[in-house]
């Protein structure tokens, strides 16, 4: 009776514990869903409405919010990280370059690209990012996964074709920001493992290492600076601007954590396609919002074939509780199960 008890108590023990991992993992996801929502839409308002001329300059904003808040809340000891040392850049390369290259291309898409089908475009991101977890990080996919990207990248295909709000540079940057998206989360993914840096470490030393070379290539860029000078000449820099602009920084650093923590508490393919909130809101409502969208059939269909992979991937995703199985593990399976069956789960 004794030994039946104990079982019921750790089986019990065991369901919470298996609770508690799902309500994290859904409550990071979220965070990051209404995070990513209220920053692309405070940019877009920022770089389009308001005709800010510089994403660089916001994209400095951002990184130097992030570095100077982390540093004052860790020197109140509200938070803390390791120490730079030598060992530092190593731990955090090559992060900080994919960071840096995601956030700038990111918010030059942002400014270029209609709402709706940058956040369309975006999602090539998610078969990007698929295939460098399984090249990287050797997590294989389900199928449910796999039929989901399909879907969501063959959606994306669909409206990119009938777009008629076409530009070659938005295209370009989203493409680079693609990449960047994919490679930043799985290396994110990498370094979290490891616990080297930690969350908050993570987050600063890749802030830190891109603000000094960013201040570089601003101060080259005579152009970006020129327009700004014109911007503020011409009297545009009003306080509506003022504070969209410090919304955007504020909204950077919380994007920024959130993207970490997110990817902590799941994988990264979860982080690429957060869930059906964050793409139907961003996808419907810009068409009615941001005023660049130009609608057609053949577009407006191939969006929501996009959208409805977005909701499979997210319902494929939360459904189970399955562990991750990697590539490496294939060998002792097959001896111990004789199986050869690997499950994706974020």
Same mark, same amino acid.
């Given at each position: 009776?004794? #030994?039946?008890?104990?079982?019921?108590?750790?089986?019990?023990?065991?369901?919470?514990?298996?609770?508690?991992? %799902?309500?994290?993992?859904?409550?990071?996801? %979220?965070?990051?869903?209404?995070?990513?929502?209220?920053?692309?839409?405070?940019?877009?308002?920022?770089?389009?409405?308001?005709?800010?001329?510089?994403?660089?300059?916001?994209?400095?904003?951002?990184?130097?919010?992030?570095?100077? =808040?982390?540093?004052?809340?860790? #020197? &109140?000891?509200?938070?803390?990280?390791?120490?730079?040392?030598?060992?530092?850049?190593?731990?955090?390369?090559?992060?900080?370059?994919?960071?840096?290259?995601?956030?700038?291309?990111?918010?030059?898409?942002?400014? !270029?690209?209609?709402?709706?089908?940058?956040?369309?475009?975006?999602?090539?991101?998610?078969?990007?990012?698929? /295939?460098?977890?399984?090249? *990287? /990080?050797?997590?294989?996919?389900?199928?449910?996964?796999?039929?989901?990207?399909?879907?969501? &990248?063959?959606?994306?295909?669909?409206?990119?074709?009938?777009? /008629?709000?076409?530009?070659?540079?938005?295209?370009?940057?989203?493409?680079?920001?693609?990449?960047?998206?994919?490679?930043?989360?799985?290396?994110?993914?990498?370094?979290?493992?490891?616990?080297?840096?930690?969350?908050?470490?993570?987050?600063?030393?890749?802030?830190?290492?891109?603000?000094?070379?960013?201040?570089?290539?601003?101060?080259?860029?005579?152009?970006?600076?020129?327009?700004?000078? *014109?911007?503020?000449?011409?009297?545009?820099?009003? !306080?509506?601007?003022?504070?969209?602009?410090?919304?955007?920084?504020?909204?950077?650093?919380?994007?920024?954590?959130?993207?970490? /923590?997110?990817?902590?508490?799941?994988?990264?393919?979860?982080?690429?396609?957060?869930?059906?909130?964050?793409?139907?809101?961003?996808?419907?409502?810009?068409? %009615?919002?941001?005023?660049?969208?130009?609608? =057609?059939?053949?577009?407006?269909?191939?969006?929501?074939?996009?959208?409805?992979?977005? *909701?499979?991937? =997210?319902?494929?995703?939360?459904?189970?509780?399955? #562990? %991750?199985?990697? #590539?490496?593990? *294939?060998?002792?399976?097959?001896?111990?199960?004789?199986?050869?069956?690997?499950?994706?789960?974020?």
């Amino acid at each position: 009776m004794s #030994r039946l008890s104990t079982s019921q108590k750790q089986q019990h023990s065991t369901n919470n514990s298996n609770n508690n991992t %799902i309500f994290l993992r859904v409550l990071s996801a %979220i965070f990051y869903a209404i995070c990513s929502i209220t920053v692309i839409f405070v940019n877009k308002i920022l770089l389009t409405n308001y005709r800010f001329p510089s994403f660089l300059y916001v994209a400095f904003g951002q990184m130097l919010t992030t570095v100077v =808040t982390l540093y004052l809340l860790k #020197r &109140i000891k509200f938070l803390s990280f390791p120490k730079m040392d030598v060992s530092i850049p190593e731990k955090i390369f090559p992060l900080p370059i994919f960071f840096a290259v995601n956030l700038i291309a990111g918010l030059g898409g942002t400014k !270029i690209i209609s709402l709706p089908m940058f956040t369309v475009l975006r999602r090539f991101s998610i078969f990007l990012t698929m /295939l460098f977890e399984y090249f *990287i /990080l050797g997590i294989i996919p389900t199928f449910g996964v796999k039929f989901s990207v399909f879907l969501m &990248i063959f959606g994306s295909a669909i409206a990119a074709m009938f777009d /008629l709000s076409f530009d070659s540079l938005g295209y370009l940057l989203i493409c680079f920001n693609n990449f960047a998206t994919a490679l930043n989360g799985v290396y994110m993914k990498k370094k979290l493992n490891s616990k080297e840096l930690g969350k908050n470490g993570l987050l600063f030393y890749n802030s830190l290492f891109m603000l000094l070379p960013l201040i570089g290539f601003i101060l080259l860029n005579n152009e970006e600076t020129e327009k700004l000078r *014109i911007y503020i000449d011409q009297g545009y820099l009003t !306080i509506p601007v003022l504070l969209f602009l410090l919304l955007s920084c504020i909204g950077g650093l919380l994007l920024n954590y959130s993207v970490v /923590l997110c990817t902590s508490h799941n994988s990264a393919l979860t982080t690429v396609c957060v869930g059906p909130i964050k793409n139907m809101f961003v996808t419907y409502i810009g068409m %009615i919002s941001s005023g660049d969208y130009i609608f =057609t059939w053949n577009n407006f269909i191939g969006i929501n074939i996009s959208v409805f992979g977005s *909701i499979l991937y =997210t319902y494929v995703t939360f459904r189970t509780n399955e #562990r %991750i199985i990697s #590539r490496t593990d *294939i060998a002792s399976i097959k001896i111990k199960e004789g199986k050869g069956k690997h499950f994706y789960n974020n």
